[in-house]
């Protein structure tokens, strides 16, 4: 039987995906590897730069700095988000919608806010210095500190979805054989969360040890991989050498991720037909004890917020304590003054806007596409790929892959569009699998009757498939805008002098010593993505549900 025109328009526009992700993730990375083997010339000198890289001390202490610091993150943060998200979903709060929000709020920042605030806390002049006695807070204990800030959000996500999906059966069962609270934590509630623990461990270990902003603003002389990169890059202006070091950071996040995927993999569903949802009991002592706890973390996030906003107000840090506006006027800063935060919107627009349609047409594609499977395999292969990618590691191979003289899509370099595919590039994986998550939710049977009515697969896609998966749309819209405007090191090769983005220019503004702006800056971007992620919240909840009214039916 031969193939209908649906089937051919489908596989068509799953083979031009194809090559769209090939062109900006699979090429760019080729480039980034076949740099680490040539020279400054850019003859092949084979496994030189890397028997150099690893011959060099100072340069192998950077890796192991980097996993002793994610290691120590990890520990550090899984613990406290699961506990938190423990706390969310398994005691009656005071307020718990307001504790869900606080603990979302490093999500809206640029990783080097919380660097820039703990200079002001424990800095050489900081408000609270004289706490630490002699020590100082640059270097690892500051680069710890701030990685908790930043990386609690995504643990305690994963941590209250995985807790949310509880049977309240197991629980009544365990009461009813007389098995102590403890017992009952070890063996059924442990157990339950164990995947979302492990999936929890792996992402923050992965974004500590690929993270760029916090290191740079906080680190000192304690150097780790993803600054390496960037004074090989920046600083030196050796290519080959920051292609080698981009490499090895490549090598633990890849790994982090085959083996969540593995992990996921044996995952089982913890929630049948037959479940019963665990619905918390008020409980004094338990409830009182979660209420602090949470009130504790709350405070401490706060705490890094309110003395990254008060130090953008401050007039001259910490002789002068009066407050002023004077370091929002960026251009007394940085030559680009307030266009860098316009740029941010433009680009994070643009993400936003051409993300989400190649994402969620992308998806649609691979997921409804019939056979065709060799094409399906790769384009799932390069959607799942940015994920394992650093995100300084995927800017350095834009830099190789587009900025070759020979490249025909040269002309791309160090322009808006840039900054756009690869924002769209380096977060791609997330949106893929949401578009895929509520794909799979709609019955198969809307394309059987619109096939057997002679209905076009476009015409579908656009009455039915579309509308019915709109709020995933929405969040993957919201998502990368966020993203986009927060991110740093994926972008921080990739600007011009007129395209420079509100993150990067926090960097160079505080590389200057104008901390007080960096700041400033940094409290912009938090500020602004609240709003877009307020009207986000609003639209669902009243313009959807006139929309989507059918759910309730």
Known sequence: ????RDDLVMRAGLVVLAGLLLLIVGLPLWALLAKGFEDGDGRYVGLANYVSYFSTPAMFNSALNSFHVAAVSTAIVVPVAFLYAYALTRAVLPARWLFQGISLIPIFAPSLLPGLALVYLFGNQGFFKVLLGGSSIYGFDGIV??????CFPHATMILVTALATADARLYEAADALGASKLRVFFTVTLPGAKYGLISAALVVFTLVITDFGIAKVIGGNFNVLATDVYKQVIGQQNFSMGAVVGMVLLAPAALAFVID????????ALLTSRAVPLIPRPKAGRDLFFTVF????????????????????IKYWPYNLSLTLGNYYFANFDANGWDSYFNSLRMAAGAAIVGTAVMFVGAWLNEKTRGFGIVRGVVQLLAFLPMAVPGIVLGLGYIFFFNAPDNPLNFLYATMAILVINTVAHFYTVGHLTATTALKQIDPEFESVSASLKVPVWKTFGRVTAPICLPAILDIAIYLFVNAMTTVSSVIFLYASDTKLASVAAVNIEETGATAAAAALCVVIVITSAIVKTLHLLADRFLLGRLQAWRRR
């Open 145 to 150: 500190i701030a990685q908790v800030f930043y």
């Open 294 to 313: 949470c009130s504790i973390i709350a405070a401490g996030i706060l705490a890094i917020l309110g003395m990254a906003i008060w130090g953008s107000l």
């Open 1 to 4: 039987m031969g193939l209908s």
């Open 261 to 268: 995927r593995m992990v996921q993999r044996k995952q089982v």
